[in-house]
T-cell receptor, first 117, second 113 residues
């Protein structure tokens, strides 16, 4: 079974500063994907960034980067130069590659990020 | 524009009145899935489909039905809705052969009175 742990229920950051949101995972699969999603107060689920388990380089997408440490089973999200619009709930998630039920996304409980002006 | 479209976005209805939430994707994805999101319980998978005519139960399938007659559409059917099905529902899709991201619809807020 897969498990995602996000230990920070809430985080505060000043506008224009960087922030790291923590995520650890547990799986017996060798091949898997790790993801971060953003859910603003309006409710939609927005895909931010993806890291494959065999990718050697950390993923980056604009102001988002994923700090992937496979041995430690961690996949932290780093947001650089925070903006007010980054205030939202952030979910870490993972899925396997073996098909069937292994394809479902397993989510953490989320971190509520508040960006202060 | 690549997207997953859910309808309706909001619905208030009464116990026992059958309803369908539609989901359509234009990315030619094989894999589609329904999730529900509840406070304190997070996101849980209801049903998924690996391809046309192939569907299977997720973690919380009771009270729901799905069908996959066409690749692009994956409707969620509540035959006899009950108040415990009040939730935020998401449809998602992805290519089916690797751990690629699932792309979500904007969600359907369903209230069963």
């Amino acid at each position: 079974a897969q498990k995602i742990t996000q230990t920070q229920p809430g985080m505060f950051v000043q506008e224009k500063e960087a922030v790291t949101l923590d995520c650890t995972y547990d799986t017996s699969d060798q091949s898997y994907g790790l993801f971060w999603y953003k859910q603003p107060s309006s409710g939609e689920m927005i895909f931010l960034i993806y890291q494959g388990s065999y990718d050697e380089q950390n993923a980056t997408e604009g102001r988002y980067s994923l700090n992937f440490q496979k041995a430690r089973k961690s996949a932290n999200l780093v947001i650089s130069a925070s903006q007010l619009g980054d205030s939202a709930m952030y979910f870490c998630a993972m899925r396997g590659t073996r098909g069937g039920s292994n394809y479902k996304l397993t989510f953490g409980k989320g971190t509520l990020l508040t960006v202060n002006p | 524009e690549a997207q997953v479209t859910q309808n309706p976005r909001y619905l208030i209805t009464v116990t026992g009145k059958k309803l369908t939430v539609t989901c359509s994707q234009n990315m030619n994805h094989e894999y589609m899935s329904w999730y529900r999101q509840d406070p304190g319980l997070g996101l849980r998978q209801i049903y998924y489909s690996m391809n046309v005519e192939v569907t299977d139960k997720g973690d919380v399938p009771e009270g729901y039905k799905v069908s996959r007659k066409e690749k692009r559409n994956f409707p969620l059917i509540l035959e006899s809705p009950s108040p415990n099905q009040t939730s935020l529902y998401f449809c998602a899709s992805s290519p089916g052969t690797s751990a690629q991201p699932q792309h979500f619809g904007d969600g359907t807020r369903l209230s069963i009175l």
